[in-house]
T-cell receptor
Framework: NAGVTQTPKFQVLKTGQSMTLQCAQDMNHEYMSWYRQDPGMGLRLIHYSVGAGITDQGEVPNGYNVSRSTTEDFPLRLLSAAPSQTSVYFC??????????????FGPGTRLTVT | TQLLEQSPQFLSIQEGENLTVYCNSSSVFSSLQWYRQEPGEGPVLLVTVVTGGEVKKLKRLTFQFGDARKDSSLHITAAQPGDTGLYLCAGGYNTDKLIFGTGTRLQVFP
């Protein structure tokens, strides 16, 4: 299994540009999530999905869209990039929780810089 | 809004020393996880604890969940350079989301 894969690894955007960060998992996990990681802020949840066709907002959803058409894929769209969106983005997947523990399996991350 | 505080923020020690990292919340966790993240990579799950007072060991790492399920600690015995990384705790609060702490950055020098 490849686990959770993310592309691209690095990206530089200009203010106002749009782009899609790709995320895929081959573990047949129901739950998938997008986080951003900023210095001193830890990991903050952007959007998440509890299954194909179902998405919900996390702590910092503004400026981002998601969709979940298949179990495997969960792309994150930046609608109009802003310098405040400069960050490292992580996608994670979670198997259906047996004890409600929601253990996260993370991808390698995408480092995004908006100029 | 639940808050998860980790301490210390930074820790720089010599190989062979022992250390403890703390994770505290004002709310009761339904579960708590510890992750380690190395530079340029995503966090990797180390352990999950769910029962108050629970202690789990992973080689030289000992994880403890507080009796009241509001705090947790990670103790490393005889630290090695390979233990270097960012340690993150994450709490579940009976929802389908986790709240992550801000992390403890550990540097172990040979």
């Amino acid at each position: 299994n490849a686990g959770v894969t993310q592309t691209p690894k690095f990206q530089v955007l200009k203010t106002g540009q749009s782009m899609t960060l790709q995320c895929a998992q081959d573990m047949n996990h129901e739950y998938m999530s997008w986080y951003r990681q900023d210095p001193g802020m830890g990991l903050r949840l952007i959007h998440y999905s509890v299954g194909a066709g179902i998405t919900d907002q996390g702590e910092v959803p503004n400026g981002y869209n998601v969709s979940r058409s298949t179990t495997e894929d969960f792309p994150l769209r930046l609608l109009s990039a802003a310098p405040s969106q400069t960050s490292v983005y992580f996608c994670a997947s979670t198997p259906v929780p047996g004890q409600g523990t929601y253990e996260q399996y993370f991808g390698p991350g995408t480092r995004l810089t908006v100029t | 809004t639940q808050l998860l505080e980790q301490s210390p923020q930074f820790l720089s020690i010599q190989e062979g020393e022992n250390l403890t990292v703390y994770c505290n919340s004002s709310s009761v966790f339904s579960s708590l996880q510890w992750y380690r993240q190395e530079p340029g990579e995503g966090p990797v799950l180390l352990v999950t604890v769910v029962t108050g007072g629970e202690v789990k060991k992973l080689k030289r790492l000992t994880f403890q969940f507080g009796d009241a399920r509001k705090d947790s600690s990670l103790h490393i015995t005889a630290a090695q350079p390979g233990d270097t990384g960012l340690y993150l705790c994450a709490g579940g609060y009976n929802t389908d989301k986790l709240i992550f702490g801000t992390g403890t950055r550990l540097q172990v020098f040979p």
